[in-house]
């Protein structure tokens, strides 16, 4: 059986690897990041509800909603921790 496509999900995760290499400034990425989750949420729901979750959870609730004052370094330091989380989450087969 093929393996399930996840173009949202691999949007959102390449989305936020630029953004933690430095391929995308932080103004950039704070102002598009709302909105590619409010587009792709549903579409990454339908793909794999708990990576949607967790995606949810870990980058958008505890990194990027929690970083809003930050100075950019401990910013871009959250968002990379909170998605490393969701990617130890994920190759753990917890997703």
Same mark, same amino acid.
Request: charged share 35%; proline share 0%; net charge negative.
């Given at each position: 059986m093929p393996a399930k496509k996840t173009p949202n999900i691999n #949007?959102?995760?390449? #989305?936020? $690897?630029? #953004?933690? $290499?430095?391929r995308i400034e932080r103004l950039d990425f704070d102002l598009d990041f709302s909105y590619h989750v409010i587009n792709r949420y549903d579409k990454m729901y339908r793909e794999n509800r708990d990576f949607a979750e967790a995606f949810a959870f870990y980058v958008s609730e505890q990194g990027f909603d929690q970083g809003e004052r930050l100075p950019d370094d401990e910013y871009l330091q959250l968002i990379h921790d909170q998605y490393h989380e969701l990617l130890a989450v994920e190759q753990e087969g917890f997703l």
């Open positions: #949007f959102m995760k390449a #989305f936020v $690897e630029d #953004f933690i $290499e430095g």
